[in-house]
């Protein structure tokens, strides 16, 4: 969308707007390459940088107490290398159509969905929009799920470690984050399907959400990194090899989806935000 300007769309869920322009340089890349290389880095914005300008995209149900917002999000952008279909066409797809059926009933709570612009920049698009929110917005923000890669072509479940109790090194997260973490376990739980802990450290859009104390949980099914023998014998596929072998590559299409994964996931996906819209008892205030 435009500045400025309401786009619609036909959904009945609310009203779909776009976020604040966010005018973003590629020196996030370039620095964290050029630092990772032991360059002396310099932020000099110059002729020669490329300079863009991105909006989050945001929908909020009509129905719903303003007071308790549950929020939901998904990076909707990719790298350049590639089309970014695990990454992360595959949460922002499951989020859209979980929005779409929220029209089937009024909610209690209100439930915001977040399409994130210019995660891959670094986080820059959730970045901003915790930024910019005011203290009683935040307060108003019970809790914060996010999909990022949920579809993996050799996937693993993975939870995000908000409990600290799987021994995967990242910190506990805000209070709150602990009884999100179980309630996705139960779902797995309840359908005798696997599911691992995975770091809690803020690679993804919701590291802004926790870093001022909102509690937060997710999916992951893995990225860059190697399949276990142990997971391999949970959730099939190849141990070894890479969970999703195309991350960040040309060929992350269509094909680099595991449609089990993505059903089962996005089901999830679906019952936590709709179990959530109604109910936070489990989340402190
Ligand atoms: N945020 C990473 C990316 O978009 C992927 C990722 C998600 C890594 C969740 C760890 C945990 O490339
Ligand atoms: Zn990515
Ligand atoms: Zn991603
Ligand atoms: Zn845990």
Known sequence: GQPGRTDAFPLDIGEWRAGV????????VGNELAATAGATVRLKVDATLQLGTDHNVIAETRHGDPRNVVMVGAHLDSVPEGPGINDNGSGSAAILETALQMKRFPVRNKVRFAFWAAEELGLLG???????LSQ????RIRLYLNFDM???PNYAIKLYDGDNSDNVGSPAGPP???EIEKRFEAFYDARDLGHVGTDFDGRSDYGPFIAVGIPSGGIFTGAEGIKTPEEAALFGGTAGTAYDPCYHQACDTIANIDATALDVNSDAIADSTARYAFNLRT???
């Open 21 to 28: 322009p966010m005018v973003f340089a590629d020196f996030a």
């Open 126 to 132: 959730s970045d901003q929009y915790v930024a910019d």
């Open 136 to 139: 009683a917005e935040r307060d």
């Open 150 to 152: 949920v579809a993996s």
């Open 176 to 178: 709150g984050s602990a």
């Open 283 to 285: 989340i402190p205030r």
